[in-house]
């Protein structure tokens, strides 16, 4: 049977040590390195005009959709963490008028 001598024990804890760290760091990148991100103003100007078409909200999803507010925290909208372009709306039974804008007015 090998036995680790001690070298190379002192060896292994700071490796082990620094790939915790490395996980760590993975783990919690988002908030880390992108956190200075915001929406794209022409977008939020976009989701503020399809707010206004809006017929029926009956769970008030889109009360955090306030002029000068960051899109990207808003509910319902999903935002690229490094460009700060909205991605995906999660609006779901929502009912808007005939006339509401065309979603192409909220791309990149």
Do not use: Y
Request: aromatic share 6%; charged share 20%.
């Amino acid at each position: 049977m090998a036995t680790t001598t001690e070298p190379e024990m002192k060896t292994r804890v700071p490796v082990m040590s620094l790939l915790f760290l490395f996980t760590i760091l993975i783990t919690f990148r988002s908030s880390i390195f992108c956190s200075g991100t915001t929406c794209v103003d022409a977008e939020r100007q976009s989701l503020l005009r399809l707010k206004e078409d809006v017929v029926e909200d009956p769970f008030n999803r889109l009360a955090s959709w306030i002029p000068g507010g960051d899109c990207c925290k808003w509910a319902d909208v999903v935002c690229n963490n490094i460009t700060g372009h909205v991605i995906e709306l999660q609006l779901g039974n929502l009912l808007a008028d005939e006339g509401s804008i065309s979603m192409g007015e909220v791309s990149n």
